[in-house]
């Protein structure tokens, strides 16, 4: 099995290379989540304690600097993203695997609700193998837990590819009103109920 250092080096795509960004502080994390339509799975995140900035985007496709038009063709393979700069002591990684879980149905491939294709997948997106750890326990422990129903989970736990940050009209799509105008609260520990589209 070749390290993830010789991929890298193989790699002639720049989009199928590791994420290398860091994130705005040194004492945060990183942190990549594909659950449907990016704007309210972006506004959860935005909500909780020690998520210091959130960013919408694609990642995990074949296509380097692939736009929001390109990726609804299905042809790139990307998933729309989530990738969160958060404190892990104020806000561990396992909460925003729990917040995860909770905010959409992983049992339907590559759909969430009315939204249809690839870039609407399931997915958690690992920055180190710690995470991948507790990525693959989380699942195992959700599949337990909805076993009763026969349903199987579909998410895919991948290492965290390139991210392509989303056109700004997309950044915070939800908190700046979304599609009429109507802006909902990104303040922390809001629980106000979640409009899709605005």
Not at 23 to 34: K, M, T
Not at 114 to 124: A, H, L, P
Request: one cysteine or more; proline letters at 4%; aromatic letters at 10%.
């Amino acid at each position: 099995m070749a390290s993830v250092d010789q991929e890298t080096r193989k790699s002639t795509n720049s989009a199928l290379e590791p994420d290398l960004d860091a994130p705005v502080d040194p004492n945060l994390e990183l942190a990549q989540f594909a659950a449907g339509c990016f704007w309210g799975v972006e506004l959860t995140f935005q909500r909780l304690e020690g998520v210091v900035k959130t960013e919408v985007g694609y990642s995990q496709g074949n296509i380097h600097d692939p736009n929001y038009e390109l990726v609804c063709t299905g042809s790139t393979n990307h998933a729309e993203v989530i990738r969160v700069h958060f404190d892990p002591i104020v806000c561990p990684y396992t909460t925003l695997l729990d917040v995860f879980w909770g905010k959409h149905d992983p049992t339907t491939l590559n759909r969430q609700g009315n939204d249809v294709g690839t870039q609407y997948r399931s997915g958690i997106y690992y920055y180190n193998e710690t995470q991948a750890k507790l990525a693959r326990e989380s699942l195992e422990a959700k599949q337990k837990e909805i076993n009763n129903n026969n349903n199987k989970i579909v998410t895919e736990i991948l290492r965290a590819k390139t991210f392509y940050r989303a056109e700004e009209y997309h950044q915070q799509y939800l908190e700046k009103g979304g599609g009429n105008g109507s802006k909902q609260s990104a303040s922390k520990g809001c629980n106000d109920p979640i409009r899709c589209y605005g």
